[in-house]
């Protein structure tokens, strides 16, 4: 029977949000000094308005994952805090998932499409370990097990959870 592990769970809030804070600081830094280089306009497409917007919200992603990651670290028990990155980490990983249909949809001349595009590969890879944070958050939150009335905790699912309201 799957067990909860709270060590793992919290382990993978963090990688999942440093993973964010990391490639999310690489990605703007390459975007705003190396635009127009060849590699970056082949990746995220020649600079347009279109490419500042995307920027917006990877800086979005990045300043909500530097909040969180800060929240979750001094209070890693706290449903809200934990709440929070699921929805940041469902919504990345529904972008992520679609961006090799959307590149291939909106392509330029001078970049990569669909799946053969750099941003989109690395984006799905992102995904999975997004997708193995969010599984492990349901498991704790509210999550039973099917064949008996027990939590995926181990405990009775009437009880309440620490944190939890």
């Given amino acids: 029977m ?3 592990q709270p060590q793992t769970r919290k382990a ?3 990688i999942s949000l440093a993973a964010n804070i990391v490639i999310l600081i690489a990605v703007c830094t390459v975007l705003i000094a190396f635009g127009t280089s060849e590699p970056v306009v082949y ?3 020649t600079p347009t308005a279109g490419r500042g ?3 917006s919200i990877y800086f ?3 300043i909500m994952s530097i909040l969180l990651f800060a929240m979750h670290y001094r209070s890693p028990s706290n449903a809200a805090i934990q709440y929070m990155v699921a929805a940041l980490l469902a919504t990345q990983i529904m972008y992520k998932v679609s961006t090799p249909i959307t590149t291939a949809l909106v392509r330029e001349p001078s ?3 669909g799946g053969a595009n750099p941003v989109a590969i ?5 995904s999975g370990l997004h997708a193995v944070t969010l599984f492990l ?3 704790w939150h509210g999550a039973t097990d099917p064949t008996s009335n027990t939590c995926a905790c181990g405990r009775r699912a009437e009880h309440a959870h620490p944190g939890r309201s």
């Fill in 60 to 62: 979005a992603i990045l």
């Fill in 137 to 139: 958050l349901w498991r």
């Fill in 53 to 55: 917007i995307l920027l």
């Fill in 2 to 4: 799957w067990k909860d």
């Fill in 12 to 14: 993978f809030v963090r």
């Fill in 111 to 113: 970049s990569a499409a």
């Fill in 122 to 126: 690395s984006n799905l890879c992102i």
């Fill in 43 to 45: 990746a995220w497409g």
